[in-house]
T-cell receptor, first 111, second 115 residues
Framework: SQQGEEDPQALSIQEGENATMNCSYK?????LQWYRQNSGRGLVHLIL?????REKHSGRLRVTLDTSKKSSSLLITASRAADTASYFC???????????FGTGTKLQVIP | KAGVTQTPRYLIKTRGQQVTLSCSPI?????VSWYQQTPGQGLQFLFE???????NKGNFPGRFSGRQFSNSRSEMNVSTLELGDSALYLC??????????????FGPGTRLTVT
């Protein structure tokens, strides 16, 4: 079963615009991660935010976490065509590496 | 460092057959996790191995099994294949040390088609 539900399911924007995608989850978590997947290939880790953190930045990425609302958002600023991919949130609620992925947001950046 | 490798990349099998997929983690990583990805169910956790022991398990039937060798390489096996087992099988490695969750490094996946 999916822990995270992502919104929107698909997003199409022009190059240079910002892209925001949201993730909601059901149970308390230790941390939340965001991954990117290019067209049926392996996933690439983008950023990890721990449950006691509220915001984290990495280059053009900004992640927020609101544990009271059980939600997180990923903002990609100044998007590029190369950002076209599916983005997944992943939560860890227990020990070790048992990670549950969300349903994903398919982002298309039009040049 | 070399990345995570998975073999084979593509596989076509017939219903009822069994299949073995292989994953070589990044050197020094002791944790290997397996995931199944399908359009309908998304990414689902199968199991995780650490130091040759299954440490976590998802909600899959017993037809899905795995193992890890002393060099951390891992295999997963699916017996009595069903059409619904057609999927992209992803392997991920991480240091896996106790005390926390680490980012996972994914392989390119094995695309299994069951006919």
């Amino acid at each position: 079963s999916q822990q995270g539900e992502e919104d929107p399911q698909a997003l199409s924007i022009q190059e240079g615009e910002n892209a925001t995608m949201n993730c909601s989850y059901k149970t308390s978590i230790n941390n939340l991660q965001w991954y990117r997947q290019n067209s049926g290939r392996g996933l690439v880790h983008l950023i990890l935010i721990r449950s006691n953190e509220r915001e984290k930045h990495s280059g053009r990425l900004r992640v927020t976490l609101d544990t009271s609302k059980k939600s997180s958002s990923l903002l990609i600023t100044a998007s590029r065509a190369a950002d076209t991919a599916s983005y997944f949130c992943a939560t860890n609620s227990g020990g070790y590496q048992k990670v549950t992925f969300g349903t994903g947001t398919k982002l298309q950046v039009i040049p | 460092k070399a990345g995570v490798t998975q073999t084979p990349r593509y596989l076509i099998k017939t219903r009822g057959q069994q299949v073995t997929l292989s994953c070589s983690p990044i050197s020094g990583h002791r944790s290997v996790s397996w995931y199944q990805q399908t359009p309908g169910q998304g990414l689902q956790f199968l199991f995780e191995y650490f130091s040759e022991t299954q440490r976590n398990k998802g909600n899959f039937p017993g037809r899905f099994s795995g193992r890890q060798f002393s060099n951390s390489r891992s295999e997963m096996n699916v017996s009595t294949l069903e059409l619904g087992d057609s999927a992209l099988y992803l392997c991920a490695s991480s240091p896996g040390l106790a005390g926390g969750t680490y980012e996972q490094y994914f392989g390119p996946g094995t695309r299994l088609t069951v006919t």
